[in-house]
Every structure is written in C-alpha cells, then in structure tokens.
C-alpha cells in the first residue's frame, strides 16, 4: 500500500510540472524557467514560451516514467534508486535544454 501512495505523490508532482508547462503556453510575457531569475528579452515570445513550455512536458513525461518503478519494487528493493537518479539526471537534463533554448531566442 505504502508504494502506491509514494507513486501517487510522485504522479501529483508529475502532474504540477504539466500546469507549469500549461501556464508557460498561455503566458504572454517570456516565462522565467530558473527560480529568482529574470526572463531574458527574446525575439519571439510565443515560440519561446512553447520552447520552455515543452521543456516542462518532457520533464513532467519523464518523472512519471522514472516513477514507475515506485510501484513495482518491495520495500528496501534496489529499484528506489532508479527515480533518485532519475530525477537527478532530467533536471540537468532540462538545464541544459533551457540553456540552449535561451541561446536561440535572446535578443
């Protein structure tokens, strides 16, 4: 029972990356992506903000199926450390996909 619960809980936290992304699709403004930044000045606003709203998705498609080993494993199983590193490698991941992003739509 404890891991379905811990899978909903990372499903929930899937499911808020998808309305950061949502909300970046919709924003008229360039959306900042790092916490305490500024957003940069970019050419095109909409295609900027649809680059980093599919960042989010991927980042959001990508804790959900790193998560699927919460159901799956018994406790203490070795598979926990699939979504610990998981988690790990797609937020540098999406760093670095928003470093390139920022590249191609600066002024």
């Known amino acids: 029972m404890g891991r379905i ?6 499903l ?7 309305f950061i992304g949502i ?5 008229k403004e360039p959306v900042g ?8 000045k970019v050419k ?4 900027y903000n649809r680059a980093v709203a599919k960042i989010w998705f991927f980042f959001a498609t990508g804790m959900f199926i790193i998560g699927l080993p919460l159901i799956f494993a018994k406790q203490n199983s070795p598979l926990f450390i699939i979504p610990i590193l998981g988690a790990m490698f797609l937020s540098i991941a ?11 739509y600066k002024e």
């Open 5 to 10: 619960i811990g899978f909903i809980i990372w």
């Open 44 to 47: 095109d606003v909409k295609a």
């Open 23 to 27: 909300a970046a699709l919709r924003a």
């Open 12 to 18: 929930i936290c899937s499911l808020i990356f998808v």
């Open 94 to 104: 999406i760093c670095v996909m928003y470093i390139s992003v920022e590249k191609k």
């Open 33 to 40: 992506f790092f916490a305490q930044s500024e957003p940069p």
